[in-house]
């Protein structure tokens, strides 16, 4: 960031950042709003026949934006010591109180994907369902969910959903808070 970028860079950081969930809807908002801090994660990519093609680690970082009404992440992943080579994406969670649905929209920048999802919690996790940008139905899910640590897991569908198959799972452990 150059000296002249960093009036407008605080402007928007202002406007978008926010301290915490909106009161209006905080127990809706804790869904997510659990996750808010950063990640360390072990990032696994499957093939078709389940075997494991990319194992690296990853930076999962997610904030209170848009007046505490969405969640906003940025996940960093690939070898660190070779920023070429790392890909990055954010996704913009927001709860809907008409539908108690979240809708979701990764932003995959690094390889041009764009992925919207909807869903709710579950008995004992976070199931959000969508489409991919080939068509294929698409199932993420939180689970295992503790103040610490979750597991993430990635499905896709060719077949309308007769057969789901794993394309990526990840490992989370909460990172210390900066002081």
């Known amino acids: 960031m150059t000296p002249t970028d960093a009036p407008a860079w605080t402007a928007f950081a202002a406007a978008h950042a926010a301290d915490g969930p909106h009161p209006d809807h905080q127990a809706s908002l804790d869904t997510f709003g659990r996750f808010v801090g950063s990640w360390a994660m072990d990032v696994r990519l499957f093939d078709e026949m389940g075997r494991v093609t990319t194992h690296v680690p990853a930076t999962w970082t997610f904030t209170w934006v848009l007046g505490g009404r969405a969640i906003q992440d940025v996940l960093v992943f690939g070898p660190p010591d070779d920023p070429a080579s790392t890909s990055r994406g954010s996704t913009m969670r927001y709860f809907d109180p008409r ?37 294929a139905l698409l199932q993420w899910r939180f689970q295992d969910v503790t103040p610490d640590s979750f597991h993430w897991t990635g499905h896709t569908s060719d077949d309308g959903g007769a057969s789901w198959h794993l394309e990526q799972a990840m490992d989370a452990q909460r990172l210390p808070e900066a002081a």
């Open 99 to 135: 539908t108690s649905l979240w809708h979701v929209h990764w932003f995959g920048v690094s390889t041009g994907t764009l992925v919207r999802l909807q869903g709710k919690p579950s008995t004992d996790d976070i199931l959000l369902e969508g489409t991919d940008v080939d068509g």
